[in-house]
């Protein structure tokens, strides 16, 4: 399991950045684990960046999961149905156990 840590957004600005960490880890044949803690906003490009790191994880038999999601993000997921698509913890800690 490999952790990328998130910065305050995701959205068209950084999303190829965050995309690429995450399909570098996933690429080494490890579990992904994006750290949202500091996250408080995602674009719809950002969606589309966690929904294409899920596919491929799935893909690969491999787990892609959300850690620290806002309420404010979770609100946005929430709105637009990409709750159900995802595994969200509170902690790190959480996901290990």
């Known amino acids: 399991m490999e ?9 068209s600005f950084n999303y190829q950045e965050v995309q690429d960490g995450i399909i570098a880890i996933l690429e ?6 994006l750290d949202m803690t500091e996250c408080n906003y995602v674009s719809s490009t950002g969606l589309r960046v966690l ?25 946005i997921m929430s709105v ?9 913890f509170n902690t790190l800690e959480e996901v290990k156990g």
């Open 80 to 88: 637009t149905g990409f709750n159900s698509f995802f595994e969200t």
């Open 3 to 11: 952790i990328y840590k998130l910065s305050d957004e995701l959205d």
């Open 28 to 33: 080494k044949g490890n579990d992904a684990v």
């Open 51 to 75: 929904l294409y790191c899920k596919k491929m994880a799935a893909s690969k038999g491999l787990r892609f999961c959300l850690v620290g999601v806002s309420d404010e993000v979770k609100d």
